[in-house]
Nanobody, 125 residues
């Protein structure tokens, strides 16, 4: 069964850090671009970050630039999202998605091949 599984979410205080993981089963991630998206209650899903598998280029939404870092470990078949200096407005369900074309995009309408089930991140004191 081909699937993506996110983990690493939880409750953290403002200013704290979390590292999200996106692990693949049934396929290898090294040929896939990976995007991270999030959706807060009552809001539309938004792109957070993505990493291309073609040239390793990374992209970030302006709201997380300088605070979040996306990386991949092909040996572990996992992509990470390191989130530092977290703010209450980062609270959302975070999803990862895999694009077999290798480019990825922060656009919500982009056709990713696989999506994970999401992991909750709550930033609150």
């Amino acid at each position: 069964q081909l699937q993506l599984v996110e983990s690493g979410g939880g409750l953290v205080q403002p200013g704290g850090s979390l590292r999200l993981s996106c692990a693949a089963s049934g396929f290898t991630l090294d040929k896939y671009a990976i995007g991270w998206f999030r959706q807060a209650p009552g809001k539309e899903r938004e792109g957070v970050s993505c990493i291309s598998s073609r040239d390793g280029t990374t992209y970030y939404a302006d709201s997380v630039k300088g605070r979040f870092t996306i990386s991949r470990d092909n040996a572990k078949n996992t992509v990470y999202l390191q989130m530092n200096s977290l703010k209450p407005e980062d609270t959302a369900v975070y999803y990862c998605a895999a694009d077999g074309m290798g480019w990825g995009s922060l656009e919500v309408g982009y056709e990713y091949d696989y999506w994970g089930q999401g992991t909750q991140v709550t930033v609150s004191s």
